[in-house]
């Protein structure tokens, strides 16, 4: 079999499609380091199913994928294949050519194919197995290998060794046989277990199956002498039911006349109560009115001191206006004398602007003759007269400039002092809001104070009434269930007392005793009395001797028994009091019991007796565990707490408890502690009606100190103050907002005047040094030419006054301008205050308008109050005597209410024997119908359908029934019987041979295995050790053949007891040396043992190809040509790849394939054959 080809795309650095041919016996593969040489040894690897990233030099499996570069794109997927010629027939002969491939896709999808059909990883490595192919046989081996191959790590040698011996397939059977020998072991062991449990279980089911059968034969018996007793017993039973029936209605008779009586004495009541709750609606109506009134006390109140206060502030605020109206006369004049002063200034100001206007006027015609005459001469004098004018402009400008900036100064200087008389005429109206501010913090706190102390009583007072109705509603609820609680109480006393007296429940002997014989001798059942969780244990329990007398001595019982005898009603039961004695008995602990004797309430005279009743009688306190007492001892009787069983003396009795059992037991006692228990229920009634009343009269106290209106008006009074000084605080806000304008203003006034005095003083300094210049000019003219000199004098005269005119008329027209501004100003403030004075007279209109009708309105609320205060007086005269009427009716009701209950109690001691008489039907019926139940529930049959013979119906009943719970006592005591059994017998027993057969077959079954075993071991051993002995052979021959033939080498078994598993040890021992271990031997000798141990496995058995990755690395030339010589020799039967760096090897192999990066991260591959060069040349030129 030959490798034709490898592909590669996507793996590792090989980003685009790469074929590598392998045509010839030997091909090589060099580069450089880096270049992706071993990536190609991984691919190969990795298509023959290499899972370990360790091998491949991955951290994980993913990393096989072409992760990108800088200009190329990261990779899909990675695919590699394989593809060789099967030309010797090592596999199957269906395949002639056989292609294997592998892809691995980023989802982390994988994919195996052979010859382009997906399959399993299995289905690759099962068809190499004993090939010599493989991604971890002997056939790729790489520099580091070698030293694992020499050092035996994680068994190198053992699996080469196999590989060539071709027992791997058998290895791997073995494995996977003793894992189903595992397994079935397992599967044995189980099965036994199951057999031991089901033969087990198999002979208790027999045994349960023989009683099952002799069970369902008693239950036949038992259920016809049942069925025939529960027919007689239904039919003795209703002929009881006609007499009760007869009984019930002549009670009924009696029951409808009481009720007639009770119900017209409470329609009487309940007239009574009609007009009780008119009187109680008027009362209540009348109280609600009392309540108005003091409600309009308070408010009347409130509203005198909330006018009071009112017209405080009132008179000060009309106080403070007619001051601010005095003030603003005076005010007025004098800015009046400031208009007239300023009006008189501006007419003289206006003659001035006039004269200064005409002056100008008359100054220019003069100055324009003067201009043309001095033109005339000007030709002569240019740049004298250019420059003159020139420097006349600026004398001019700069004089206008000082005359405007004079001008600002004065406007400067008048507007700071109107900034100041404003400040002066606003302050003494913001000391008079100061002053208003402060008085009415002062009364706001006062206000704020007061509804603070209104605020905690109103809050106290809720809190209080809220607790006194949680205490009412908590009182009346007791009070209601006091009452509840005595009239059950009560009723439970009429009930008992009447079954009391009539000796309800006794035999007629005993009724007729306790009538005509002594009062003093009571019957057991009055004489004990237990807690009620506990009667109807004690009475199950005594149930046979509860309606016994107990006599002092005998003499009182056979004088009884001689009265019953002499008037033929029956018999009766004594006990003899004398007759017993106080004993001792020392109490057992029973786990979950407790003595009957310790929850016994008892005379001492009679304890004796009920000592020696109830001795070694415990009660099982919990009904969960009614199965423990068959484990207590035979000589101890035990009741559970709800008498639902009773085990005494052998015998076990129990069942459902009826609705009346626990009744009859100390019904004099139950009575005595009624009667007191009732007396503390009404005491306790008494009391908490008392109490009821004082809450009731706290709950009207709370009512009627309600402060809310008050606490209304007050919030109110705060609403109106707080708006007035917010009014007040604003003004306040806006006066400091003016006066900081105002003296922002004054300021930015002094800083500009300042700054323009500065100017002035500059430019005055510029104007004499311009005039100077000016003279020095004239002067120079009037050397040349007199006359231009007398003419530019005067035209410099005329041009002075004709400038000076014109600054004359712009002072005036700025004094004009501000005079103008002062008397704006002055007229405004003249307006504003004229308007405040307006303002101020009409809100002093309104105060006093309002000041006389608070004045007014506090005398009619002092009237009103004074009436209120009057009516109130007699309203409370009228509330007391309601208050009167309504109690005298109250008590009136409660004497009905009296007769109403003693007719209540008669009714209900005709209820109660009704009810008795019901209860007794009932029982009856109930008693009936139970056995029809239990006819249908415990033999599966109707009573309605069953017919019995006359010989049947003869038939005493007493006997039945004894017959019956014979066979129901033998069926009870007969022991769990499993009604399965006889079914579950038979599926147990088919089960058992079912599984019988199957561990059969399992036996047999783990025979096969073994006797596998021990095939695969023989014939494994055999071909191993057959495949031994030549491979050391050909070491020994081809160690010399690289080294010398006086080199000593061997293989050895490590043990040969066991040779499928033990270690194989390497000797080698060069010419000359005597290593302990080839771990001491150099880096080539290691390495041509390693090849010498590899190449006498190919000649066991040759792979089809072999790769070695840089293995030649520490070799030196001479052994190189040494390992080039035996690769040449052993291609002759193998294909050989070899990736190398060295020049020897490269000349030695057939196609040499060039791996490089053209682009960096990606591998390319070029080939060269060697065989068209001559190597020795080659080498020569190498050398030189």
């Not at 002639?96 to 399993?120: F, H, K, M, P, W």
């Not at 109130?872 to 009701?893: C, H």
């Not at 005709?910 to 029982?923: C, F, M, R, T």
Request: glycine fraction near 4%.
């Amino acid at each position: 079999m030959r490798l034709k080809n490898l592909t590669i795309k996507g793996f590792k650095s090989f980003a685009d499609e790469t074929v590598i041919h392998f045509n010839e016996s030997v091909t090589g593969i060099v580069g450089p380091n880096g270049s992706g040489k071993s990536n190609i040894v991984d691919a190969i690897r990795w298509v023959l199913g290499e899972q370990k990233g360790r091998e491949l030099r991955l951290e994980q499996m993913s990393d096989v994928i072409f992760n990108g570069t800088k200009k190329r794109k990261e990779a899909p997927l990675a695919s590699v294949s394989l593809n060789f010629e099967n030309t010797r027939n090592l596999l199957p002969t269906e395949y002639q050519n056989i292609e294997i491939a592998r892809l691995l896709y980023r989802s982390g999808d994988s994919e195996y194919r052979l010859n382009g059909v997906t399959c399993r990883l299995k289905d690759i490595t099962g068809l190499f197995l004993d090939t010599g192919i493989g991604s971890d046989s002997y056939a790729i081996i790489a520099l580091n290998m070698v030293e694992d191959l020499l050092s035996n790590k994680e068994s190198a040698r053992r699996k080469m060794f196999e590989q060539a011996a071709g027992i791997s397939k058998y290895k791997a059977r073995k494995r996977e046989t003793l894992n189903k020998l595992k397994s079935t072991k397992e599967d044995l062991a189980r099965i036994e277990d199951l057999l031991f449990e089901i033969n087990t279980n198999l002979v208790e089911l027999e045994k349960q199956a023989k009683r099952t059968r002799k069970f369902n034969e008693l239950k036949e018996k038992y259920k016809s002498a049942g069925l025939l007793a529960q027919f007689l017993s239904v039919k003795t039973l209703k002929e009881k039911l006609e007499v009760l029936e007869t009984s019930i209605q002549e009670e009924i008779l009696k029951l409808q006349d009481e009720e007639v009586s009770l119900n017209a004495i409470e329609a009487s009541i309940e007239a009574q109560k009609k007009a009780q709750l008119d009187q109680e609606k008027n009362l209540s109506e009348f109280q609600k009115k009392v309540n108005e009134v003091l409600d309009t006390i308070r408010h009347l109140e409130s509203n005198i001191q909330i006018s009071q206060q009112k017209k405080q502030f009132q008179s000060t605020q009309l106080e403070t206006i007619r001051q601010n109206l005095s003030q603003a006369v005076g005010r007025l004049d004098q800015l009046k004398l400031d208009v007239a002063a300023i009006q008189s200034e501006q007419s003289q100001v206006e003659l001035g602007l006039l004269e200064a206007d005409q002056a100008v006027v008359n100054h220019e015609e003069i100055f324009n003759s003067k201009q043309a005459e001095f033109n005339l001469l000007k030709s002569g004098v240019d740049q004298f007269q250019l420059d003159k004018q020139e420097n006349e402009t600026a004398i001019y400008e700069l004089e206008k400039e000082l005359a405007i900036q004079h001008n600002r100064i004065e406007n400067l200087h008048a507007d700071s002092k109107r900034c100041e008389e404003e400040i002066d005429s606003k302050f003494n109206e913001h000391q008079n809001k100061e002053n208003q501010h402060k008085e009415l913090s002062v009364k706001l706190k006062d206000v704020l104070s007061e509804i603070d102390q209104v605020k905690v009583a109103e809050e106290n007072r809720l809190l209080g009434l809220e607790q006194v109705q949680i205490e009412l509603e908590a009182c009346t609820q007791k009070v209601s269930t006091i009452h509840r609680q005595r009239d059950a109480k009560q009723n439970e006393f009429d009930l008992l007392k009447s079954m009391v007296e009539k000796m309800e429940g006794f035999p007629e002997s005993i009724k007729f005793l306790n009538q005509n014989w002594r009062k003093d001798v009571p019957v057991l059942s009055d004489i004990i009395y237990t807690p009620e969780k506990y009667r109807s244990a004690i009475e199950l329990y005594l149930e046979n001797y509860l309606n016994y007398y107990v006599a002092n001595t005998e003499d009182d019982a056979v004088k009884a028994i001689r009265l019953l005898f002499n008037n033929s009603k029956g018999k009766a039961n004594f006990f003899i009091l004398d007759k017993f004695r106080d004993s001792k008995t020392s109490e057992r602990s029973i786990p979950g019991c407790i003595p009957a004797l310790s929850i016994m309430e008892v005379t001492d005279m009679y304890k004796p007796l009920v000592h020696d009743l109830l001795k070694d009688v415990y009660i099982l306190e919990n009904d969960n565990h009614l199965e423990d007492v068959i484990h207590f001892p035979d000589d101890v009787s035990v009741i559970s707490v709800s008498g639902s069983i009773l085990k005494a003396n052998k015998i076990i009795t129990g069942g459902s408890v009826g609705l009346f059992e626990g009744k009859k037991l100390g019904r004099k006692k139950n009575l005595e502690k009624l009667e007191a228990e009732i007396k503390e229920l009404e005491s306790q009634a008494i009391l908490n009606e008392k109490e009821l009343a004082e809450l009731k009269n706290k709950i009207r106290t709370f009512e009627l100190n309600n402060r809310q209106k008050e606490l209304e008006q007050l919030r109110k009074k705060e609403s109106e103050e707080l708006q007035q000084l917010a009014q007040i605080q604003t003004h306040l806000s806006h006066y400091l907002d003016l006066k900081a304008d105002l003296e922002r203003r004054i300021a930015a006034n002094k800083e500009q005047a300042a700054n323009i005095s500065q100017e002035l003083h500059n430019k005055e300094a510029r104007i004499v040094e311009l005039k100077n210049k000016q003279q020095q000019l004239v002067q120079s003219l009037h050397s040349s030419d007199e006359v231009y000199n007398r003419v530019s004098i005067e035209l410099s005269e005329i041009t002075g006054i004709y400038n000076q005119a014109k600054l004359e008329l712009l002072k005036w027209q700025n004094r004009f301008e501000n005079i103008n501004k002062d008397l704006d100003y002055k007229n405004k403030q003249s307006e504003e205050l004229q308007t405040q004075t307006i303002n101020d007279e009409l809100k002093q209109t309104e105060l006093i308008e309002s000041l006389s009708e608070l004045e007014s309105s506090l005398a009619q609320y002092e009237s009103e109050l004074l009436e209120v205060l009057e009516f109130r007086k007699n309203m409370d005269s009228n509330l007391t005597t309601l208050e009167r009427d309504y109690y005298e009716a109250r008590n009136r009701i409660s004497e009905d209410e009296a007769k109403a209950k003693q007719h209540q109690r008669s009714i209900h001691e005709l209820q109660s024997a009704i009810n008795g008489i019901k209860d007794q039907k009932a029982e009856f019926k109930f008693r009936i119908q139970s056995a029809y139940e239990k006819a249908e529930l415990e033999f599966m049959a109707k009573l309605d359908e069953f017919v019995a013979s006359e010989e049947d119906e003869g038939l005493d009943l007493e006997a039945l029934i004894s017959k019956s719970q014979y066979y129901k006592t033998r069926i009870d005591n007969y022991g769990e019987v499993n009604p399965l059994a006889l079914e579950a017998y038979e599926e147990m027993k088919a089960r058992l041979d079912k599984i019988t057969e199957q561990r059969d077959d399992i036996l047999k079954a783990q025979d096969s295995l073994l006797e596998t075993i021990k095939e695969i071991e023989e014939t494994a051993t055999q071909g191993f050790m057959q495949a031994f002995n030549q491979v050391r052979v050909h070491f020994q021959v081809v160690f010399r053949s690289l080294f010398t033939d006086d080199d000593d080498c061997d293989l050895v078994l490590v043990d040969e007891n066991d040779p499928l598993e033990c270690d194989i040890d390497i000797i080698a021992k060069p010419k000359g040396k005597r290593p302990k271990s080839i771990s001491q031997l150099s880096g080539g000798e290691k390495t041509l043992t390693a090849i010498a141990l590899l190449f006498s496995l190919y000649l066991l058995k040759p792979a089809p190809f072999c790769i070695f990755d840089e293995v030649d690395a520490p070799l030196d030339d001479i052994n190189i040509e040494k390992f080039n010589h035996i690769i040449r020799k052993f291609s002759k039967e193998s294909q050989f790849i070899i990736i190398t760096h060295n020049k020897l090897t490269m000349a030695d192999v057939d196609v040499l394939y060039g791996v490089y990066m053209e682009d960096q991260g990606v591998s390319s591959v070029t080939a060269v054959d060697f065989r068209k060069y001559s190597h020795e040349i080659e080498l020569e030129e190498m050398a030189n």
